[in-house]
Nanobody
Framework: QVQLVESGGGLVQTGGSLRLSCAAS????????VGWFRQAPGKEREFVGA????????TYVDSVKGRFTITRHNAQNTVYLEMNNLKPEDTAVYYC?????????????????WGQGTQVTVSS
C-alpha cells in the first residue's frame, strides 16, 4: 500500500498561487493514479482532479479547469497540485489519495490511501 503526505498549504490572497506536494512512500513501484480532493468546513469532500501513473491522463472538476494543474515525478515519488488564480471558494483542506487500479475515477470510495491533508486559505 502507498502512504501519502501532503505539504505546501498556507494563506494566500485572492489571485495568488500555491503549489501543493504529495509525497508517496511504501509500494510506489506499482502503478497508481493519484487524486486530489478538498473539504471545506461544513461541506462534503469534493473531487478536484486526478492524474494517471504515466501522467498522460488527467482530469479536473470544472471549477478548477484552467487554474489548477496536476503533475507527477515518479522518480521522486511526488505529485504536485499547482493552483493559480486562487479564489476564496478554494479555501479547504486538500487531500491527496492513491488508486492502485490506476484509473481516473472521481469518487472518494475508489481511492485506497489518503494523506492527512493540508490547509489552503484564500483571503478576499
Amino acid at each position: 500500500q502507498v502512504q501519502l503526505v501532503e505539504s505546501g498549504g498556507g494563506l494566500v490572497q485572492t489571485g495568488g498561487s500555491l503549489r501543493l506536494s504529495c509525497a508517496a512512500s511504501g509500494q510506489t513501484s506499482s502503478p497508481y493514479s493519484v487524486g486530489w480532493f478538498r473539504q471545506a468546513p461544513g461541506k462534503e469532500r469534493e473531487f478536484v482532479g486526478a492524474i494517471s501513473w504515466s501522467g498522460r491522463g488527467r482530469t479536473y472538476v470544472d471549477s478548477v479547469k484552467g487554474r489548477f494543474t496536476i503533475t507527477r515525478h515518479n522518480a521522486q515519488n511526488t505529485v504536485y497540485l499547482e493552483m493559480n488564480n486562487l479564489k476564496p471558494e478554494d479555501t479547504a483542506v486538500y487531500y491527496c489519495t492513491a488508486n492502485p487500479r490506476n484509473t481516473l475515477v472521481q469518487t472518494a470510495a475508489d481511492f485506497a490511501s489518503w494523506g492527512q491533508g493540508t490547509q489552503v486559505t484564500v483571503s478576499s
